[in-house]
């Protein structure tokens, strides 16, 4: 099947503090994956991808880390911001002839100052 | 560089109606790819359009078509619109080759 869901629908966070927001899939056959950050009334953004032949990807304060064992992945966010508030989306795409982004139904992550 | 543009950025039909919304890609994009996202969901996709055919589509009735132009911009048409089609469409952009999908401010239907 293909099913991207996310363990926990909302993360409070104090700021300065590290968040680690969680996805689990369950099509085994995906390669490709991307978390966005989407704001209130605003399209998903585009934070980082990672491929299935990597374990770990690091961005600016965001890395990307890839279990393929158990199907899962998560995003850190490091010195968590009142500006990184908002809904975090997890996608998966299986390549091949799939061109198709499935997406899980996000965690929403506010930060207090 | 401008990224990926929808217009309009508010629609408000009624049942019945048809509508169209627009898609430009982000510059030297060449591959489009629409989603609907109701509120509270993750983006579901619609359809991708690739050297203006659609390449792929996703669970979505025939009233939803679309449409690719030589300039890869891009059109979504609903037609017989349902309450239930209220939703964020959202256009994704793609670089030649690339999986990587940018995605525009969105649409927001209301259907009455």
């Known amino acids: 099947g293909e099913n991207v869901g996310l363990h926990l629908p909302t993360l409070s966070v104090q700021e300065g503090d590290n968040s680690i927001i969680n996805c689990a899939y369950s099509?085994?056959?995906?390669?490709?994956f991307i978390w966005y950050k989407q704001e209130s009334g605003k399209g998903p953004q585009f934070i980082i991808d990672?491929?299935?032949?990597?374990d770990k990807r690091q961005g600016q304060r965001v890395t990307v880390l890839l279990n393929k064992t158990v199907k899962h992945l998560s995003l850190q966010i490091a010195a968590t911001q009142p500006g990184d508030s908002a809904v975090y989306f997890c996608?998966?795409?299986?390549?091949?002839?799939?061109?198709?982004?499935?997406f899980g139904k996000g965690t929403l992550l506010t930060v207090n100052p | 560089d401008a990224g990926v543009t929808q217009s309009p950025t508010h629609l408000i039909k009624t049942r019945g109606q048809q509508v169209t919304l627009r898609c430009s890609p982000k510059?030297?994009?060449?591959?489009v790819s629409w989603y609907q996202q109701a509120l509270g969901q993750g983006p579901q996709f619609i359809f991708q359009y690739y050297e203006e055919e659609e390449r792929q589509r996703g669970n979505f009735p025939d009233r939803f078509s679309g449409h690719q132009f030589p300039n890869y911009s891009s059109e979504l048409n609903v037609n017989a619109l349902l309450l239930g089609d209220s939703a964020l469409y959202l256009c994704?952009?793609?670089?030649?080759?690339?999986?990587?999908?940018?995605f525009g401010p969105g649409t927001r239907l209301t259907v009455l």
């Open positions: 996608a998966e795409n299986s390549g091949g002839s799939n061109y198709k982004l499935t």
């Open positions: 994704a952009s793609s670089p030649p080759g690339g999986t990587e999908q940018f």
């Open positions: 990672i491929r299935s032949n990597m």
């Open positions: 510059s030297g994009h060449d591959t």
């Open positions: 099509n085994s056959a995906s390669d490709y």
